[in-house]
């Protein structure tokens, strides 16, 4: 599947044996999330994937986040959007342990439910994320806002990779949106816009690299 990042279609091996999860129902998700939420308040979402550089909504304000208990990972199959059911490809997730540095955006209270909606189609066509309220860090204050963690038992979680295999998904996984390696590139490109420093998805671009395979 996607990531909170990239994609409108499901796109995660429904059948792998090695998790015990198993994909889920979105729309009770969109429903208990909402619930949460209320529909009294400006909604705030975390981004730390696609959802960076492309967001497709409209926030009212962004600002830089950190959050602590997570981490960005590329470790989430992809078979559709960058990659194929013969060659599967990656995107990033969000797992726990660690810290992850992105951006919340702050979506108005009148636009967030048919936000939320939208952003169900693109992220969580088949509930393969934990979509929860965390605590991010940003330079005005705190603020509660919601992202899409995956879960270490979920069937998109890839387990460990090493570089060998990172480095036959970047020369060979090509999907509908382009290529595992391409997303990487775009993902590393835009976190260094924004200031955001990510030293393993640096080190997965100097690796590439190093085997010429990005320029």
Request: glycine fraction near 8%.
């Amino acid at each position: 599947m996607l990531q909170f990042d990239d994609t409108p279609v499901a796109d995660v091996d429904a059948s792998s044996h090695s998790h015990q999860l198993t994909l889920r129902d979105p729309q009770p998700l969109l429903e208990r999330i909402l619930a949460q939420w209320g529909g009294s308040d400006d909604l705030w979402l975390f981004a730390y994937g696609s959802l960076i550089w492309r967001p497709d909504f409209h926030a009212m304000e962004q600002r830089s986040a950190l959050l602590h208990g997570f981490h960005r990972a590329l470790r989430m199959r992809s078979r559709v959007n960058r990659g194929s059911p013969q060659e599967p490809g990656l995107v990033f997730a969000l797992l726990s342990g660690g810290s992850c540095r992105g951006l919340v955006y702050r979506i108005g209270q009148a636009e967030a439910e048919a936000t939320l909606t939208r952003l169900w189609a693109r992220e969580m066509p088949t509930g393969v994320y934990d979509p929860q309220w965390v605590s991010c860090r940003t330079p005005e204050g705190e603020v509660k806002a919601l992202a899409f963690t995956l879960s270490r038992r979920s069937p998109g979680w890839t387990g460990p990779l090493d570089d060998a295999r990172l480095l036959h998904i970047f020369r060979h996984a090509q999907g509908r949106y382009g290529s595992t390696l391409d997303y990487l590139l775009q993902t590393a490109a835009s976190l260094s816009e924004h200031g955001i420093q990510d030293r393993e998805v640096q080190r997965q671009v100097a690796l590439a690299r190093r085997h010429g395979l990005a320029p």
